[in-house]
């Protein structure tokens, strides 16, 4: 059994920085971040090879936010820098033990943190 608790959401205004945390009890093969804003779908934000370093990111936040792990701390970070008032939302950490799955295929993700609200404003 995984189980995931995100920390450090909080208000920030734009133009500002942020970084989320999430510690993890169990093995992991994949770990991400999603985030879903009100009215919106959950959208995959950053993914993470546990095992190693590749990761992968959503456009509208490729060279703004970066996914990193600390192994020995268990502990997956989500650092978000220039943020915009539309990455106000609701972020979610979540893993799975068997693959990698493509960040639109967050039902793939078998285990979920309860989420952290980030809200960003203008």
């Known amino acids: 059994q995984v189980q995931l608790v995100e920390s450090g959401g909080g208000s920030v205004e734009a133009g500002g920085s942020m970084t989320l945390s999430c510690s993890v009890s169990?093995?992991?093969?994949?770990m991400g971040w999603f985030r879903q804003a009100p009215g919106k779908e959950r959208e995959g934000v950053a993914a993470i090879y546990t095992g190693g370093s590749s990761s992968y990111y959503h456009a509208s936040v490729k060279g703004r936010f970066t996914v990193s792990k600390d192994i020995a701390k268990d502990t997956l970070y989500l650092q978000m820098n220039s943020l915009k008032p539309e990455d106000t939302a609701m972020y979610y950490c979540?893993?799975?033990?068997?693959?990698?799955?493509?960040?639109?295929?967050?039902?793939?993700?078998?285990?979920w943190g309860q989420g952290t609200q980030v809200t960003v404003s203008s």
């Open positions: 979540a893993a799975e033990f068997n693959w990698c799955p493509p960040l639109v295929d967050d039902h793939q993700y078998m285990y």
């Open positions: 169990g093995n992991t093969y994949c």
